[in-house]
């Protein structure tokens, strides 16, 4: 029954346990099944990939939607804030303080994604580095923020500390696109530090 069971979680989508196992080893992650997760350290920095179930009730019938997120909490030296969507995703987080609408001055990025942002500057520059514009296209689903306050299911942050948070309506069972989401999160780290706009909690031991 095991077996069986193993062959039609595999063909369904549903038994990706064995993909994030491998994409921990082969990026030296530390690997957790309650719940599903994945703790990578790039450049003193800790990068969390993890699934989360959302339960809600409509018309008296119980729902459940797994998401895919990935978190990096760190210092915001010059107090950045960003918030990147699909053009199409109805904004009902609430309102990001100071922000504008950005656009990078491409026309397929501009068209398919909407930014808002409190430096402008910085956030073109950030968004027109090729890399990070390239693995944004990548992502069929892709929300993207640094926030000081929780995040949309309430993941705490310390005080004085922000999060570089990505939440996506699927759970990514494909190690490519695991290792799409990391790459994009160390080019994040790499230009935000160049920016002078991350410092990492503490140096890893």
Not at 15 to 35: K, L, M
Not at 65 to 88: C, G, M, W, Y
Not at 110 to 119: E, L, Q, S, T, V
Not at 153 to 179: C, H, R, W
């Amino acid at each position: 029954m095991t077996i069986v069971k193993d062959i039609y979680d595999s063909i369904f989508g549903k038994n990706y346990e064995a993909v994030w196992r491998q994409f921990s080893t082969e990026n030296n992650g530390i690997y957790s099944d309650a719940p599903n997760s994945v703790e990578i350290i790039y450049s003193n920095h800790k990068i969390r990939f993890d699934t989360y179930i959302h339960y809600s009730v409509v018309g008296g019938k119980s729902y459940e939607t797994e998401f895919t997120r990935v978190r990096l909490e760190f210092i915001s030296p010059d107090n950045l804030r960003l918030r990147l969507t699909k053009q199409a995703f109805v904004d009902n987080i609430g309102k990001l303080f100071g922000a504008q609408d950005i656009q990078i001055g491409d026309k397929t990025f501009d068209k398919r994604f909407m930014i808002k942002g409190n430096d402008e500057f910085k956030i073109q520059t950030l968004f027109s580095n090729e890399i990070i514009k390239g693995l944004i296209l990548e992502q069929s689903d892709i929300h993207l923020q640094i926030l000081d306050k929780e995040g949309i299911f309430d993941e705490p942050i310390q005080d004085g500390n922000v999060m570089l948070y990505y939440i996506s309506e699927t759970v990514v069972k494909e190690i490519a696109q695991l290792n799409s989401l990391l790459k994009l999160y160390t080019s994040l780290v790499d230009q935000l530090t160049k920016l002078s706009s991350v410092k990492p909690l503490k140096a890893s031991s």
